[in-house]
């Protein structure tokens, strides 16, 4: 059988690959004590098996206290660039800096095997499998070289043996505070810390977590989790009773219920300018403080953000969701919200909310330059696009913003640069605009509807008109289509191939149900598309091309219920640092239109049988 490559070839690659590896080896750095660090290995030994034993054995990796130094493409370890970049005695500052930059790029500090290191490993490991139910958990490290020749490789393999890990068998809650008590005893059936479970630290913050917000969202306003004692337990055969008490706060034998006292409202307020001194009463309880009673919105606007009034009792869940709703007007830089007990009632909380404005106004533009070079049609064509932007916040007063884009492109034949009339080849004009509504308008009452028949999951409907913002849009594009020939003298000429009208409406919302989900919905949507052809485009194309001369008819798409729908997600990163993004899109257009048309074709039909 012939190889594949001639004699000379294979000789020349087997060098090439020798001097590589004798080039960049980098034992010969290092000093008689040194050894490198290049494979940690994990070896779990259990003599029962291990629920998800892979997903243990990667939580355990990312204990590491010392890693392996990475490769450069695939075989050039990056500490040889970092030895090879340490010296810049005599340089100039240009090699200087040019070996900072090829450090940054490519170098990494060797990773020189410390034992500390590893033992240090060792215990992290250990206390994260005890932090997991695995009380009895042992680790131990043993170290080989790679090379047995030189001792200048070291791999450290991790020996863990988890042993049997420890399960919940009951769970009990007390608290001195018979209130708290009775609170507790009514949220235990939901506990995260069911039997059967591991002792597990991780559900052990998750049910405090639980016990905090509950408590916060019951009048405690100053509840915290330090508040909730450590898991305590008796064990006996790897079956555990645990006991979660809450304690009371220092000098005082039980925690106190808040309500919702006075509101006051600066919603201009400026940090480094004196207090305003204007108070005017816009609701029970409720005061906006100015220096010239101008607020810059509308007080209806901000009240419907205030999800607690006078009288109310405290919840976080208020406190956050007025927070968000606040932020979420856009018209405010920054919004503060300080609690204070009442000097006459300790029991109520007064609220002071300071509303930083935005700026109203803001411009911007782009420039955007392409080429492309087409030899189908034998032209080197110069994209050139202007765009000029604009938003205004708080354009009545209601916490609106419009925002309107105008946009111009050009294409230009650069074939042809001595004949400047037949420069051009298209002239695109784009004028959009947008106003957002911070309020959620449901117009014929669809989405009340689908949420009244169960189509929406519960709560999902409270939470679209909470975060919702609703969107109508208006655009407007002029494309115009030049062509470049001969007239009947020889001359050149410039011909008007096509111009295209269309234009745009849209009724739809925006809703942010966290920071990683995004919906746009868009019910109602009207295009209509007006084209214009010459009778020289007609002749050199449409004539030829029937399904071609359909799309250049006016066009015109209605939506009435629904037209599109676009949904993004991004996920969190997991504990190696990936996360993905989904991103969604489904459009119906017309189908108003058509089922109009099965409903007249079904009465004619019956109206003709008659």
């Not at 892979?54 to 990796?61: D, G, I, P, S």
């Not at 790029?105 to 215990?123: H, L, N, V, Y």
């Not at 920054?334 to 109203?360: A, C, G, S």
């Not at 993004?568 to 190696?576: C, D, G, I, T």
């Amino acid at each position: 059988m012939q190889s594949p490559l001639p004699p000379k070839i294979r000789n020349f690659l087997w060098l090439l690959v020798a001097l590589l590896a004798t080039g960049c080896s980098t034992t010969k750095f290092l000093k008689d004590d040194q050894e490198f660090l290049v494979k940690n290995r994990i070896e779990i030994v259990s003599p029962v098996k291990i629920k998800k034993k892979r997903n243990l054995q990667n939580e355990l990796a990312t204990l590491y206290k010392q890693k392996p130094n990475e490769n450069f493409f695939f075989f050039i370890p990056k500490e040889w660039f970092y030895y090879r970049l340490q010296d810049t005695v005599g340089k100039s500052r240009f090699s200087r800096g040019w070996k900072r930059w090829q450090m940054r790029q490519f170098g990494e500090e060797p990773s020189i095997f410390d034992p500390e290191r590893a033992e240090g490993t060792e215990r992290a490991m250990q206390f994260y499998l005890q932090n997991k139910g695995y009380f009895k958990a042992k680790v131990e490290s043993f170290t080989e070289y790679q090379d047995r020749r030189k001792n200048q490789k070291v791999v450290v393999t991790y020996r863990v043996e988890p042993r049997q890990r420890y399960l919940i068998s009951d769970v009990s809650f007390s608290s001195s505070d018979t209130t708290i008590d009775r609170l507790l005893q009514e949220i235990k059936p939901n506990t995260v810390l069911e039997p059967g479970s591991p002792v597990d630290v991780s559900l052990y913050d998750q049910e405090v977590k639980r016990v905090t917000d509950y408590l916060r969202n019951q009048g405690y306003a100053y509840f915290i989790r330090n508040f909730v004692s450590g898991l305590e337990g008796d064990s006996s055969n790897n079956q555990v009773d645990l006991s979660l008490e809450v304690l009371p706060p220092p000098n005082d034998s039980v925690h106190r219920v808040y309500r919702i006292g006075n509101v006051y409202i600066y919603p201009q307020y400026n940090p480094s300018e004196p207090t305003e001194n204007r108070i005017d009463s816009i609701g029970p309880g409720i005061y906006f403080i100015s220096t010239d009673g101008e607020y810059g919105v509308k007080p209806k606007t901000l009240i419907n953000a205030l999800y607690f009034k006078k009288g109310d009792l405290y919840r976080q869940i208020d406190f956050d969701r007025t927070n968000r709703a606040l932020g979420n007007l856009g018209i405010f830089r920054f919004v503060t919200i300080k609690d204070e007990r009442d000097p006459n009632n300790q029991e109520l909380l007064n609220y002071r909310i300071f509303l930083t404005p935005n700026k109203r106004f803001e411009i911007g533009t782009d420039i955007e330059v392409n080429t492309s070079n087409s030899p189908f049609v034998g032209r080197r064509l110069l994209g050139v696009a202007g765009n000029l932007s604009f938003r205004h916040r708080n354009l009545f007063k209601g916490a609106e913003l419009f925002v309107g884009n105008a946009e111009t492109g050009l294409d230009l034949n650069l074939s042809n640069l001595r004949n400047l009339s037949q420069l051009v080849t298209t002239l695109d004009i784009r004028l959009q605009t947008n106003l957002y509504y911070p309020k959620f308008v449901d117009y014929i009452h669809l989405w009340r509807g689908l949420s009244r028949i169960g189509f929406l999951r519960d709560g999902f409907y409270e939470e679209v008109k909470e975060k919702a913002s609703t969107r109508i849009g208006l655009s407007y594009n002029y494309i115009e289509q030049f062509d470049f020939t001969k007239n009947q003298e020889g001359r050149d000429t410039t011909l008007q191939l096509y111009v295209i009208n269309s234009f745009n409406a849209s009724f739809g919302y925006d809703f942010r149900l966290s920071n990683r989900n995004r919906f746009l919905i868009n019910h109602v949507g009207i295009d209509y598309l007006s084209p214009n052809t010459t009778t020289h485009f007609d002749t050199l194309i449409l004539n030829k091309n029937e399904f071609l001369r359909r799309s250049f008819d006016k066009q015109l798409f209605t939506s009435l219920l629904f037209r599109d729908f676009n949904f993004s997600y991004n996920s969190l990163p997991n504990r190696f640092g990936e996360s993905f993004s989904l991103i969604t899109r489904m459009e119906l257009s017309g189908l108003e239109v058509f089922a109009a048309n099965k409903l007249y074709d079904s009465f004619k039909k019956n109206g003709d049988s008659e």
